[in-house]
C-alpha cells in the first residue's frame, strides 16, 4: 500500500469496494465525495478506512501528513 503523499489522496486511491465506500463515506461516486471534500475531511475518511481494515500504519501516516489541519480542528 502506497501511502506516500496523502494530501493528493482520496479513500477511492485505496478502495473501490462499493460497501466499504458506502459504509464510510456514504457514496460510491467519487465526484460526489469530492464536491465540497475539506483537508480535514479528507484525513478521516482515509483514518475510517485504515481503522476499518485495521492498518496502523495508515492511521499514523494520515495523521503526520495532516498534522497542521488536526492542530486547528483540536483548536476550534
Given at each position: 500500500m502506497d501511502l506516500t503523499?496523502?494530501?493528493n489522496k482520496t479513500i477511492f486511491d485505496f478502495t473501490d469496494d462499493l460497501e466499504i465506500?458506502?459504509?464510510l463515506v456514504s457514496t460510491?461516486?467519487?465526484?460526489t465525495f469530492l464536491k465540497g471534500l475539506t483537508p480535514i475531511g479528507r484525513?478521516?475518511?482515509m483514518i475510517d478506512y485504515a481503522e476499518y481494515i485495521q492498518?496502523?500504519?495508515m492511521v499514523r501516516a494520515?495523521?503526520?501528513a495532516?498534522?497542521?489541519e488536526f492542530s486547528n480542528f483540536i483548536t476550534e
Open positions: 503523499n496523502l494530501r465506500l458506502e459504509e460510491t461516486d467519487e465526484e484525513a478521516f475518511s492498518n496502523d500504519e494520515v495523521k503526520k495532516f498534522e497542521p
